[in-house]
Each structure stands twice: as structure tokens, then as C-alpha cells.
């Protein structure tokens, strides 16, 4: 962090699910630049998947059976000072200090500055998040969102069929079917054994090799050029990302721009200049002018989330 900007040095990455305790992760990296740089950190920012307290001094994941908690942090590791985000706040950061290079534009359209941005993406889960300005300390702050939790519509009597299909067999249950059932990881899974139950291809060697690894999303995409399934169900994907993104956009009405993050964003980021996601994205009886000189832009850099966090740092001090 400095006082033009943060810079990258190095990341390290663990597994969520085989870390018994967070402070244990803390303390490697903790250790790994005292050795490595000579360098010791008292502050660290964490950007959480998860919703954030209103004072910011805890956050409870939603895909993990964790809690984080400032306080906690502080008497469990030499940190001296913790601050909490959520990680789509993160993204929205780091949107700020984003190179050309790091992302492609799927939509020119118009960018104004210093107005409202739109960041969504998809990857384990599904994320949105507003980065505002404020005009008069002349600087950005977020909004979070859980919005990947608001129910999916059906529009047709096929997507009838997909929700029942989900609240079924994927679910198991009657709750309502949340657009991060969808376009997430797991939504990849579910598709495709959707499709695979209408039977309305024909099985290939790619499909059982992804029958045989559990329906895994990185299978369906390794798979998406050779397996029939693996393709509509990207297809699919594709079409109700389009449509997520066209309702954020309506509800927010980002005049610097939408951002699409994640990691798939980030794999595939031709899915998004398709003309599956566009038609969709366009499809609006009164706001299609707008959706169409909106800006659209496809984050590459899967290390947003960092830089956002160390940008979130550096610009706290000017909000306080």
C-alpha cells in the first residue's frame, strides 16, 4: 500500500474446507513475510464471503460453518488492527485500481465518472455488490448485498420444470430456488443433471467422465466443446447470468459501468460477449436503450479481490 495505489507482492492460497481454524492460516502468512521480507504485519483487512455486521466487527460466512470476529482476532494472533469486509466489497475496491489489462470489455457503451458501479459475479457462489460515490469527500464507498439469495423467476413452463427439478433433487426441499442455485459452481451441477435427466442428448464418453466425478463443475467445463450436455448446460448458464445481470442493472442503474467478477467470469470470459448473454441482457421492454449504452466489463485479474482489500485499507482513513 502506498500513497499511489497497493501493489501486488505475493499471495498465498489455502483450501477453506481443510483449515481447522482461521487464526492458523493468519499466522502462516504472518510468519511467511517475517521470514521472507523481513517484514511484520500489525494490520490486515479480510474479505469474507459472508454478511458483515453493521459495525463491521464480525462476519458470518454463508458457505462455511465460520465466524469471523475482530476482537478474536486480535488476541489469537499479533495483528493489532482487523478490518472486515465482504468480499464483494472487495471486488467493488478493487475495481478502482484495475490495469486495462485486467479485464476486456464486452460492451463499450457509456462510462461515466464518478457514478454508481455495478459488480456481480459467479463462482463457488454467486456475489453482487454497489460501489457508490460520495461527492462530497469526493471518494467511493460500497453498498453490500446478498442478493444471490433472491428467488430465481421462472419464465416459462422448461424453467418451471428446472425449479422443480432443483428444490427436488438438488435441494431436497420446498424452499425457493435463489439465483446462486443457479449461477454458481455448484448451479454448473445442477444444470447439467437437469439436462441429463430430459435425456435430450446423446451420451458420450465426456459425459460419463463427468457422471463419474460427481457432476463437477470443472469437468463440465473442460467438457463444454465435445460433450453435448456439458454445452447446452453452459448455454443455459450463460443465458441466466444474462438475465441476473440485466435485473442488477435495472435495480441499480450503474452509470460508471457493471463489472463481472468471479471465477468463471475469469475462465470463461468469452461467455459474456455471446450473443446468448447479450439477447438476454437487452431483453427489456423499457429499459433496452439503456441496458445497451451501458458499460459491460469482464474482470480477468482473479486477484481483484486482494488488491480491492488492500485498497479498502488504504482509502478507509479518508472516509472516517
Known sequence: VGGDGVQLVESLHFSSKEIKEFKEAVGIVIDFFERNYNTHIKTACFAAAGIPSADKQTIT?????????????????????????????????????????????????????????????????????????????????????????????????????????????????????????????????????????????????????????????????????SDEYAQKTFELFTKYYGRCAKNFATETLPYSGLYIAGGIAARYPKLFSSQTFLDEFHHSEKMCDFLQNLSVNVITNYDVSLLGAAQYYRTKPAKQ
Open 61 to 225: 460466512f454463508t458457505n462455511l460453518a465460520w465466524k469471523l470476529n475482530t476482537k478474536e482476532l486480535k488476541q489469537k494472533t499479533s495483528l493489532q488492527e482487523v478490518l472486515l469486509i465482504n468480499d464483494f466489497e472487495a471486488v467493488a475496491y478493487g475495481t478502482e485500481v484495475l490495469q486495462n489489462d485486467d479485464m476486456c470489455t464486452v460492451q463499450q457503451g457509456e462510462k461515466n465518472l464518478h457514478k454508481t458501479k455495478a459488480i456481480i459475479g459467479a463462482g463457488t457462489g454467486l456475489g453482487k455488490c454497489l460501489l457508490l460515490w460520495n461527492e462530497t469527500q469526493q471518494n467511493y464507498f460500497t453498498n453490500p448485498s446478498e442478493g444471490a439469495f433472491t428467488d430465481f423467476a421462472a419464465h416459462d413452463q422448461e424453467e418451471f420444470e428446472l425449479v422443480e427439478f432443483i428444490q427436488k433433487n438438488i435441494k431436497q426441499d420446498n424452499t425457493p430456488v435463489h439465483w446462486e442455485d443457479l449461477l454458481s459452481g455448484r448451479g454448473l451441477s445442477a444444470l447439467y443433471q437437469y439436462l441429463l435427466q430430459k435425456e435430450c442428448c446423446e451420451k458420450t464418453e465426456e459425459t460419463e467422465k463427468i457422471i463419474q466425478s460427481n457432476f463437477s463443475p470443472k469437468f463440465i467445463g473442460v467438457y463444454q466443446n
